[in-house]
């Protein structure tokens, strides 16, 4: 049920607070009951229905948050009610850690009090109170001398409920008395109730601006004061997505500020960044800078590097100091200094070489809503420079390092506004007019695979890095040897080629001009071709790791906030690969395009060198929830297209050669083979050899021209040589008998290009055996001969024109049409017309080729004694 927080002040408790008042005081604290201007807010009571609600073994019952705001004084009361539900919300809630800055607040613990079983306990004098110096940001070189109040509440079982409250007296004096808060109006666990409360006495008038929420306050005078109120029962928690831009705020949330205008704000911060110019340690700076340079350009970059180089980089920010920048003689001194130290300087220095300069107030990571919040002070976490050379802006920020190029290149990110400090005062300035650069990064690899494939593979790796990468990337190199680096990067190569060694030490080349950084890598690989489960290749595989580490999968496409995405960047990695001359390779385009982001591969291969190129370039800075479903679709799409298999027939196999094995035979091509052998010797015997017409002599034969003998000595030749020829060119298919073989064949030829392979086999087999049955009836003289001589000439033609245009036709792989393999088929086309026409015209050929299968009589009774002769030497 609903309890009443102030009923467990007891006199007691008073008392206790004041007789330990001057030691708790020393101790950092002090304690004392509830003031009299908070309102008392009840706790609701706990339902057990939400249970399951809960996070980390807590219900959270109250947020209670209560401002008092005076024209020179602050108050700001917290009040907190929770239930530890389990063991692990009994040991989140025994311990409480209150923030503070001794300088200017001081902390006064209310109450600390148990609720079991329907008894209250009061347990702040049994509770352990100790106050630390943390320095949370010590390791961010800054030292704001904050403390942490800690409490350890005994005796914490679960189920209890734990109240506590406490007030911080005081505010920052550098804000002269200004007012700005940022309320919170939902959390990432549910809260049975919420409640904020502004007492508001400022002279100044209260400005309110909500985001991500309707809430409007309870507005109504208390005495001399203007209250707001807002409260709200049964929050539900809101669970952020996870890696949403820096701009975005996931939680609904309600502005308070005091500040009427940018303006206002600018007037506020010009007292404290008022450059100042002129003296003695300055002019020590900036005499040799003018020496030294001829433009302002030149001038701006010295001036830069002296106060990034020469000042180092640590925040002394206790109390005024954590918006207050010392002044610049001081920091010259000293020689250290935070990003307002550093601005002041150097403004103060550009000032004094006459170069327009100002310093300016960003937001490092929501940057993008100030045009949408209220003005204050206290949304800026970093402060640059802007310098105006020539009519254009540059920002620059001194607290970076290792920066190197002309004013140009000098890497700035573009935070989306900033508040330029000037004595007239300014608005937000727009910052991505000046900044419009892209951050890039690129690998270029070389790998030469030209050796025998048991040889070692030499690979080479060119790494780019421009603007922000290439600051970092100096920045690495001042804090790691190069020893170390060379075996980190051994190591993450090893990821992909696991025998991978060093061939060369790393080299660096640093373009300062242009702001660009180039490393070189030099590895060998003794072993890039690995077997996989396909026993009849090898495989050598690519992988583009500047892609894989910067382009990444959506974890989850369910999401209701927008997608952060690393934006301006551009990756281009480049493989490529050095392979014998007489390789082939396809040519490839593909395109991925998002509105978040452009993903290109692109593959070709000219005079022995393969190259795989890969360019990713974001578009914009986020990805909208409606979205997310395409992005992740494309993102996949492109880490899909990401990698290149190279793979050639296992060395075990010897491509090419084939030896009969009848565990490794290509049955169907056999079959087919075989069955064009057997058709055609059917058909050459059937219709070749026995195909015998009568035949009459012609009149006037010279039987002294009867004989194999003159030019027909060229066609006796030729009738014996071209099986011989056939046979021994279908050597270079009898790969197609090895059913391994065949079966690489089938992974690399299409269908028709496969059937053009079997028809080669076919018509080599039935032209074996048409010269065959040729010289049978060449050698026997047959009459016959003649007309099968121009026939087999022009089937020879046919078979080598219908080879090249079928290979032009189907694009077969690793073969093109030359230009000797037309004049070669122009030279058979003119050889078969030649010998046709001979074979026609004759008189040798006449006087030769007379015979008939069999011995008959002359078709005619009468015939001359010359005739005679020509038939007798023809029976």
Partial sequence: MPFNIRKFMTFPVVLLGLVFAPSLFAQGYSIAPVPGWVENIQAPAWDQAQQGNNSDGVAYLLVDRQWRVNAGRQSHYRHYVSKALNTSGVESSSQISIDFDPVYESITLHEIVIHRDGQSSDRLNRSRISVIQREKDLESLIYDGSKTLNVFVDDVRSGDIVEYSYTLEGANPIFSGHFSRRLKMRWSVPVARSYHRVLWASPRPLHIRNRGTDIQPEKKRAGRYTEYVWRQDGVEELLSDGNTPGWYEPYPVIYLSDYASWNAVTDWAWPLYRPVTGTPAQNAIIAPILETTDSPEQRVLAALHFVQDEVRYLGIEMGTRSHEPNTPDAVIDQRFGDCK??????????????????????????????????????????????????????????????????????????????????????????????VAVVHSKTVEETFDLRGAIDAPATYRILTRYGQYYADDFRQELSETSIRQMQQSYLKYMANYYSDIQVADSISVTDD???????????????????????????????????????????????????????HPVRYQHTTRVLVPEDSSFDDEFIEVADPAFRFTKKVEYSDGVLVIDYVYESRKDHVAPEDIQAYAENIRAARGLAGYQMLRANPAIDLGQYSFDARDVNWPMAILVLLAFAGSVFVGFRYVYLYDPVYRAPDNINSRLAGISGWLLLPGLMVIFSPIRIAIDSRDLWYVFSAQQWSIVEDYLTEPQQLTVAFEMVANAAMLVAGLFLAVLFFSRRHTLPRFFIAYMLLTLAVHGGDLLLIHLLSFPDVEVARSDIVELARLAFSSALWSLYFVRSERVKATFTRRRKRREPASGRVDSEADVVVQHAG
């Fill in 341 to 434: 130290d550093k601005s002041r300087l150097l403004v103060s220095l550009l000032q004094g070489m006459g170069i327009e300069a100002s310093s300016a107030l960003v937001n490092t990571t929501g940057g993008e809503i100030m045009k949408d919040v209220l003005p204050t002070p206290t949304l800026f976490d970093h402060a640059i420079v802007v310098a105006r050379v020539n009519g254009r802006n540059y920002w620059l920020d001194p607290t970076r390092t290792y920066q190197s190029g002309d004013l140009d290149a000098v890497y700035q990110p573009d935070y989306d506004y900033a508040l330029v400090i000037t004595e007239q005062g300014s608005d937000l300035v727009e910052m991505s007019g000046d």
């Fill in 512 to 566: 300062k001009q242009k702001n660009s950084l180039a490393l070189t890598e030099q590895y060998t690989i003794p072993a890039i071709w690995t077997e996989g489960n396909d026993e009849r290749y090898i495989y050598a595989d690519f992988e583009p790791f500047l892609i894989y580490d910067h382009v990444r999968n959506v974890e989850s496409p369910i999401r209701t906030m927008p997608y952060a995405v690393s």
